[in-house]
Nanobody, 126 residues
Framework: EVQLQASGGGLVQARGSLRLSCAFS????????IGWFRQAPGKEREGVSC????????YYADSVKGRFTMSRDNAKNTGYLQMNYLKPEDTAVYYC???????????????????WGQGTLVTVSS
């Protein structure tokens, strides 16, 4: 059974940092591409970042470029999202997701992700 567990959210002041983790398990073949998405109240879920497997190439939404860094440790079956210089507009529930149908190459399109974690809340105060 495939499982994803997101963690690391919390309350932080503007310009602060948080690191989110996404532990994944149950993938029997190749390691999946991992994506981070977020959903603020009253808004649609949007792509934040994703990381391909196995070359580890990353993609970022324009709104987080230069502030967020995504990485993964396949030996630990975990993906990470380091978030620096957080802004109040980054406040949202953050979800990690995995997809296996693109040969490990990630895209920031929520429609292609087959598996989703439960979300972790990030609140940035001004």
């Amino acid at each position: 059974e495939v499982q994803l567990q997101a963690s690391g959210g919390g309350l932080v002041q503007a310009r602060g940092s948080l690191r989110l983790s996404c532990a994944f398990s149950g993938f029997t073949f190749d390691d999946p591409a991992i994506g981070w998405f977020r959903q603020a109240p009253g808004k649609e879920r949007e792509g934040v970042s994703c990381i391909s497997s196995p070359d580890g190439s990353t993609y970022y939404a324009d709104s987080v470029k230069g502030r967020f860094t995504m990485s993964r440790d396949n030996a630990k079956n975990t993906g990470y999202l380091q978030m620096n210089y957080l802004k109040p507009e980054d406040t949202a529930v953050y979800y990690c997701a995995a997809e296996t149908l693109s040969g490990g190459n990630c895209v920031l399109n929520k429609m292609v992700y087959e598996y989703w974690g439960q979300g972790t809340l990030v609140t940035v105060s001004s």
